[in-house]
């Protein structure tokens, strides 16, 4: 969707609170998400800038650092590379950190933009063809209420309205969404291990494309119940043994039965043992 200078508002959409991806970010970075979507809207993000001018520009609109005396990996100072800091306010960190879990580009471009912003929301395209209209002399008798910056006529406003519908339902059936509680739970019951957070980012792709497949939601998490149960059992938890959720949901690990490991017998239980075992008699001693 182009910028429109008028446009001083934007889609935030509901689901925004469940968001795998904002979940992992700090509160401080989620806002910082919030203003890269405000810029993006005042097209300040589609000026034809130097990476540097632009930098500079989000930082001073965001009230960023331009740099930090962070220590850094491989032995870069200042702000060159990705700070060890995950609370660094400076301009390079904050943008990495929303990099890595894919909510913007290299550029600072929102990821998904076309998707949440329809180009309905502007009254700019109808308030030429209005315009252009009423110079051939078919002028239409227009209704007091108003839409955006000018007013439109009925049959308009249910165009738009239609074509927002459209463009919702056509999104839905796309990109199936993750029931947000069906998420967490298979998140919460997955057992920890020394694979990195931002995998649940794969691994939420990797579960879109099984419910598009077929499987459901029970049969995941039964799945994941008997992994977590036998990486108790073995005590692999917290460990590099436990498999990556991205590759669990991908190879779909799920349906395997993850049996548990048979339990050592105890001193009793070896004694019982040993005097149900039939005995062999020497008649030649």
């Not at 019951?189 to 980012?201: F, V």
């Not at 149960?229 to 498999?243: H, P, Y």
């Amino acid at each position: 969707m182009s910028a429109d200078p008028q446009m001083r508002w934007l889609r935030l959409w509901t689901d925004i609170l469940e968001d795998p991806k904002l979940l992992l970010l700090s509160p401080g970075d989620r806002w910082y998400y919030i203003g890269i979507l405000a810029l993006k809207r005042t097209g300040l993000l589609d000026e034809r800038d130097s990476t540097q001018l632009r930098d500079r520009k989000v930082a001073l609109r965001l009230r960023l650092l331009s740099g930090c005396d962070a220590p850094v990996t491989g032995g870069v100072t200042g702000c060159d590379a990705k700070c060890d800091s995950e609370k660094c306010p400076c301009v390079n960190c904050v943008r990495e950190r929303l990099r890595e879990v894919r909510l913007i580009d290299k550029d600072w471009q929102p990821v998904g933009w076309e998707k949440r912003q329809f180009d309905s929301d502007t009254s700019a395209s109808r308030t030429r063809k209005w315009r252009e209209r009423n110079r051939h002399g078919d002028k239409p008798v227009t209704t007091k209420e108003r839409h955006g910056d000018v007013a439109v006529t009925p049959s308009e406003q249910r165009q738009s309205r239609d074509r927002d519908r459209a463009e919702q339902n056509t999104q839905e059936r796309v990109t199936p969404d993750v029931h947000a509680g069906d998420f967490r739970e298979l998140q919460a019951a997955y057992p920890p291990g020394t694979y990195r957070q931002s995998d649940w980012l794969l691994a939420e792709r990797e579960i879109r494309s099984r419910l598009e497949e077929g499987d459901t939601p029970r049969e995941m998490l039964a799945g994941v119940e008997r992994y977590r149960a036998q990486a108790d059992a073995k005590g692999s938890t917290r460990t590099q043994f436990v498999l990556s959720p991205r590759r669990f949901f991908a190879e779909r690990q799920y349906r395997e039965p993850f049996p548990l490991p048979a339990q050592p017998k105890t001193a009793t239980e070896e004694l019982l043992a040993n005097l149900n075992r039939p005995r062999v008699i020497n008649h030649d001693v």
